[in-house]
DNA sequence: CAGCTGACTCTTGTTTCGCATAGCCAGGCA
DNA sequence: TGCCTGGCTATGCGAAACAAGAGTCAGCTG
């Protein structure tokens, strides 16, 4: 990674409140990431969440709680017959963009965490059968190692008034 | 995401012990996170380390010497003429290896939690100037939206002993 | 030698996370 | 009517993260 412009003086500089922490203090937690992990495993209901993610009841619905206050699940009413009506979780579009940190975490892990019979799940593509990771990639889609990379601060858009 | 196999019955299996929570007791802390992102703008050395993600002292040394202890950050040695011998913290191959978690939470926090002003840094592709953002997509080079994802358990291998 | 500095370490709160337990409340059922 | 069940809330507790401040210790400088 290159910092470039005013950001290459890292003594004149910090990245308080950058995007990783403010991301960080709404998926931070444990538990957050588990439930979103959940979520995309196809998990709607309460009871559901709190089996598989293993915390008491008390935990997930204060974790459901939140994860809807912050946008990243929708809170929808079902009635299951004879039963009261009730609500089921579904991931927003906030939510499901969430993924690609969890495949790169849950890739991470695989490589360097597990046992030695190795990663305990394989993520393919339906299309193709070919395995799905995340990758760090430019727009034109080249595949970008670490030391390719170049950061650099946007440019303050003031209203630029495009005058032809 | 579609759950393939045994995986179908979510009923049947939970994901306790999955790469993501083993993932998570290693990197889920904030300061974990944020020591990492300063190591990828080059920060080598303890006090830059504290004054960037903003911590104390005590809780930077903390933090250091667990990553180091799970093989993230490797120390060296070093002398500043008229100093003593005194060590910087360099990524290892496991911790550049965060580098896709970390671009893909900068990433969402850029979309979702930044106010109107937008996303504070541009990251680009030193090549060719594109930006570069991790996604997901199949070693055939497809970029995979999540209902295109299929998961299934990896099959054990037992020695399987290939008999011709 | 005394004093200083930088990298840690230790101690003592405070806050947050998560667990355990108990209680609430709507509706079905006896 | 009373009981049961399933989401959800409330309270109290232990553990961990972090802050704040003091202490340590090696080696340089005066």
Redesign the interface.
Known sequence: ???EGR?AD?DSW???R?????????????TA??VL??A????HRFD?FA??V?VTDAVMAARLRQLTDD?LLRREPYREPGQRTRFEYHLTD?G???????????????????GE????????????G?????????????E?P?D???????P??VTPDATP
Chains 1, 2 share one sequence.
Not at 18 to 30: E, K, P
Not at 130 to 142: D, E, F
Not at 148 to 154: K, N
């Open positions: 990674m290159h910092l950001l890292r910090t990245a308080d950058c995007s990783v922490d403010r991301a960080l203090s709404v998926i931070g937690t444990r990431m588990l992990r959940e995309a495993y196809g998990a559901e089996r598989r293993g946008g906030m499901r963009d969430v993924l690609p940190a969890l495949l790169a975490l849950m890739q991470w892990g695989d490589r360097y965490l597990t019979d190795g990663p305990p799940l394989r993520v393919t593509h339906m299309d193709c070919a395995p799905v990771t995340a990758k760090v990639t430019c727009a034109r889609g080249h970008v670490s390719e990379i170049s950061v650099r601060r946007s303050r858009r």
